[in-house]
């Protein structure tokens, strides 16, 4: 549970700090780290960990060495923090897999071969043993499952296996069962990538991912229903543009389809992640500062900063945090929003603690 403490007075760099999820470099935590930093001077809401370090040639291993330096950590980064800790991964099985047999844990296959077996009880035990797993190494937050219609195998999505199926109803059905188990372990999950990206031939880490032409209605089935029912804990918005929904900006940062849809058509009321603004769709695109201000006014509840691309930006969250600290002093956003996004935050994390 959230200390009562905590409910009462908390100025606006803490509840600005919960909408950060960040990456970090290192395998533990010293008193010297810049996470230690942050989470200390900034109150970042969570953290995000990877397997390799993307941000040198070649890469290296960034936070995960084996199942007891992984728990070891994630300790250690709770016991830093006022408030508890998101502790996030990517663990959807396959190609998408930062905790691998190569460092000790199981073999997870991809989303798609799960599909290939359309048996419930295949997938009610592949994502108990995710869930397991991630519960054992103090994981709290998995950034899946991917509610993506596998449109053909020449998608993105497609290529590396990463969509269930290509019936809408089928992967409401999977999903609900791999969120349940993920629940059972107090471990919240985050369906992606709204409102559908399952057509994408680009990758939004490369350029903006205009599907305006292939994306449809159908691909929201997976959401609606698992909203009514009442399984979605978070969504994580996509970098994709569809004209029909939005002439203008992308996903990411569209109060069209965050609020208009998202919100109040399809009324979730959970928390809106957005996939890493770093990546080139957005951030070769926008100004850095306009990112921000978009991208909360649409209804986006936590930011993730992986700072896992080139070039590594030391000081990337306290940047981050300062700017969007002074966009609502300045009136840019409204002190509604981070009051808004901080209790959808702080409610799903009583779910969790």
Known sequence: MIPANLKKSVSLQQMVGQMIIAGFKGKKVHKTSDIHHWIKSYNIGGVLLYDLEMTQEPPG???IESPEQVKQLTQRLQHESQFPLFIAVDQE???VNRLTSEYGFPDFPSWQKIGEKNNFNDTKLFASSIANTLHNCGINLNFAPVLDIQKNHETAVGKEGRSISTDPNLIFKHSKIFINEHRKKQIATS???FPGQGSALQDAHEEITNI???????ELIPYKELIKNNNLDAVMVGHVLIKSL????????????????LRKKMNFNGVVICDDPVMKAISENYPWEDVFKL???AGIDIICLGNNLKPYRENLIPESVEMIMSMVKNG???IYRIEESY???QNLKSTLF
């Open 295 to 297: 991208m909360i006014n």
């Open 61 to 63: 291993k960034r936070n």
């Open 343 to 345: 209790q959808r935050i």
């Open 212 to 218: 305006s032409e292939t994306w449809d209605e159908s």
């Open 332 to 334: 840019k956003i409204p």
């Open 93 to 95: 099985g396959g190609i």
């Open 191 to 193: 369906g992606k990538h």
């Open 246 to 261: 939005d002439e203008t900006y992308p996903a990411s940062l569209s109060i069209k389809i965050i609020d208009g849809l």
